[in-house]
């Protein structure tokens, strides 16, 4: 079970159940266990009109329960906020304050600016349609967590604009009346149009047309049809791999590297997986293997420190990544460290000797560390569509890779093209990106960006 610490520090950031921390960990097949953040099966789609009035009453119990968690948390932060100001006055006493301005401790003050802790919202259709997603996934109300909420609010609010230009048209074309072939040929555009791609296109529209000569099929049947059908090709690659869920493996080095073109979201993404694993429990180490620009190693050390990471780095200019990778591997090794994320420059796909740059990292990692669990992970930035197809192809060649993560879904309206690096390059998506902010990362959940692709309201 992965991810667990995270799913940890969920609970017992609610003090209510702080007290029941222990006996939920150790009871390993709990329900709660069972349907953490970063995994579940699905068992069944949100649009199932029987259940919309249990669903309201289910989620206002919910917003309720976190409603009440969060005054407690808020009047003990108050609390705490009223003691630490008291130490800094005494401290101020004895320390003079331009001692307080070195380096270290200006990252510290940043970091603690910039992970704020996710707030709930007002009750609305957003929270509603959350809790839906989470119940379709197998949770109770007494087991969803405001960070939870909270992302699927940021993922559903970043899928806004693949969303118009997707779901309006289908809806309108799906309208009331059982599917009709012509209906069908429409829904080949709009998928086209959101940059699914032609192989996932043809895949989805073969298996309707199929069903459709099989029997009479209405909308609603229809969009939970289709539904079912993105799901299984998004996971597909996932499954083929054997781990539906990307974590580090405990008890021995596992090394992350970050790959890709210039600008898509490497180096953030980097920060934000650190966070994650680090709220999860495990110890982490960054290799500044950016060594193409000096800001580079600057911007990864800001993220490291946020989430009170080290940074391995080269002080030389231009130095070669790999003796930074090298250095790092030593580091992580005296330190048992159980994850290595390594930072990379952008590179053209097409600029042959960047690329063998990255297969010299590679072999650097297999004489050092053999026993390492390697990802090579693509980031891709959703917003260039099939082009970023085109640098998953590239990559999957010439850097090994063995996923893909996408960012900057907020904002773009090309969200389908996560359909087209399933189905036409076959790798599995490990993560997606939608926001800058620390928190605006998860691991992928077909379910879940499904739902909120094609969320009605
Ligand atoms: N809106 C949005 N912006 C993002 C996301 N991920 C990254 N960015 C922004 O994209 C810009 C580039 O991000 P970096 O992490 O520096 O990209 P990079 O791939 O490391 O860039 P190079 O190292 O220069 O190749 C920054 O302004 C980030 O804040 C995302 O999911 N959403
Ligand atoms: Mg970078």
Same mark, same amino acid.
């Given at each position: 079970m992965?991810?667990?610490?995270l799913?940890?520090?969920?609970?017992?950031?609610?003090?209510?159940?702080?007290?029941?921390?222990?006996?939920?960990?150790?009871?390993?097949e709990?329900?709660h266990?069972?349907?953490?953040?970063?995994?579940?099966?699905?068992?069944?789609?949100?649009?199932?009109?029987?259940?919309k009035? !249990?669903?309201?009453? %289910?989620a206002? /119990?919910?917003? #309720?329960?976190?409603?009440?968690?969060? @005054?407690?948390? $808020?009047? *003990?932060?108050d609390?705490?906020?009223?003691?630490?100001?008291?130490?800094?006055?005494?401290?101020?006493?004895?320390?003079?304050?331009?001692?307080?301005?070195?380096?270290?401790q200006?990252f510290s003050?940043?970091?603690?600016?910039?992970?704020?802790?996710?707030?709930l919202?007002?009750?609305? !259709?957003?929270?509603? %349609?959350?809790? /839906?997603?989470? #119940?379709a996934?197998?949770?109770?109300? @007494?087991e969803? $967590?405001? *960070?939870?909420?909270?992302?699927?609010?940021?993922?559903?609010?970043?899928?806004?604009?693949?969303?118009?230009n997707?779901?309006?048209?289908?809806?309108?074309?799906?309208?009331?009346?059982p599917?009709?072939p012509e209906?069908?040929?429409?829904?080949?555009?709009?998928l086209?149009?959101?940059?699914?791609?032609v192989?996932?296109?043809?895949?989805?529209?073969?298996?309707?047309?199929?069903?459709?000569?099989?029997?009479?099929?209405?909308?609603?049947?229809g969009?939970?049809?289709l539904?079912?059908?993105?799901?299984?090709?998004?996971?597909?690659?996932?499954?083929?791999?054997?781990?539906?869920?990307?974590?580090?493996?405990?008890?021995?080095?596992?090394?992350?590297l970050?790959?890709?073109?210039?600008?898509?979201?490497?180096?953030?993404?980097?920060?934000?997986?650190?966070?994650?694993?680090v709220?999860?429990?495990y110890?982490?180490?960054?290799?500044?293997?950016?060594?193409?620009?000096?800001?580079?190693?600057?911007?990864?050390?800001?993220?490291?420190?946020?989430?009170g990471?080290?940074?391995?780095?080269?002080?030389?200019?231009?130095?070669?990544?790999?003796?930074v990778?090298?250095?790092?591997?030593?580091?992580?090794?005296?330190?048992?460290?159980?994850?290595?994320?390594?930072?990379?420059?952008?590179?053209?796909?097409t600029?042959h000797?960047?690329m063998?740059?990255?297969q010299?990292?590679?072999?650097?990692?297999?004489?050092?560390?053999?026993?390492?669990?390697?990802?090579?992970?693509?980031?891709?930035?959703?917003?260039?569509?099939?082009n970023?197809?085109?640098?998953?192809?590239?990559?999957?060649k010439?850097?090994s890779?063995?996923?893909v993560?996408?960012?900057?879904l907020?904002?773009?309206?090309?969200?389908g093209v996560a359909?087209?690096?399933a189905?036409?390059?076959?790798?599995?998506?490990?993560?997606?990106?939608?926001?800058?902010?620390i928190?605006d990362?998860?691991?992928?959940?077909?379910?879940?960006?499904?739902?909120?692709?094609?969320?009605?309201r």
């Open positions: 992965g991810y667990d610490e799913s940890r520090q969920n609970i017992s950031s609610s003090p209510d159940v702080e007290l029941k921390e222990e006996s939920t960990i150790n009871k390993k709990s329900a266990d069972n349907n953490e953040i970063f995994s579940k099966p699905l068992t069944k789609t949100v649009d199932n009109q029987d259940d009035e !249990d669903s309201l009453e %289910w206002k /119990e919910a917003y #309720a329960r976190l409603k009440a968690q969060q @005054d407690l948390k $808020s009047k *003990e932060q609390k705490q906020i009223a003691t630490t100001k008291v130490e800094e006055i005494k401290r101020d006493d004895i320390q003079e304050k331009s001692q307080l301005i070195e380096s270290d200006f003050n940043q970091s603690s600016k910039v992970v704020e802790e996710p707030k919202g007002n009750f609305d !259709d957003a929270f509603t %349609w959350s809790t /839906e997603v989470l #119940a996934q197998g949770r109770t109300k @007494d969803i $967590s405001l *960070e939870e909420i909270d992302w699927l609010g940021r993922l559903r609010r970043g899928l806004e604009k693949s969303r118009q997707f779901v309006t048209g289908l809806l309108e074309k799906l309208g009331d009346d599917l009709t209906v069908v040929d429409d829904l080949e555009t709009l086209l149009r959101a940059d699914a791609g192989t996932a296109t043809d895949q989805i529209l073969e298996a309707l047309r199929r069903r459709l000569n099989e029997q009479v099929v209405d909308a609603s049947e969009l939970r049809f539904k079912e059908k993105l799901c299984d090709l998004l996971d597909k690659p996932i499954k083929t791999t054997g781990n539906d869920l990307l974590i580090p493996e405990k008890g021995c080095l596992n090394i992350w970050f790959v890709g073109v210039n600008g898509v979201g490497k180096t953030t993404t980097l920060g934000k997986v650190a966070n994650l694993a709220r999860s429990g110890s982490a180490l960054i290799a500044a293997a950016d060594t193409f620009r000096a800001a580079a190693v600057q911007q990864v050390k800001i993220w490291g420190d946020r989430s990471i080290p940074v391995i780095a080269n002080a030389s200019s231009n130095a070669d990544p790999a003796a990778v090298f250095d790092a591997i030593g580091a992580a090794q005296a330190k048992g460290v159980d994850l290595l994320l390594v930072d990379t420059a952008g590179r053209l796909q600029k000797n960047l063998e740059e990255l010299k990292v590679r072999r650097i990692i297999e004489k050092l560390a053999p026993d390492a669990r390697v990802e090579s992970l693509l980031v891709l930035d959703s917003s260039q569509g099939q970023g197809l085109r640098q998953a192809m590239a990559f999957a010439s850097a890779l063995t996923g993560v996408i960012t900057k907020d904002g773009t309206s090309r969200g359909l087209a690096v189905s036409e390059a076959n790798l599995p998506i490990r993560f997606i990106g939608a926001g800058e902010g928190r990362l998860r691991p992928f959940k077909s379910f879940e960006f499904v739902e909120a692709l094609l969320a009605k």
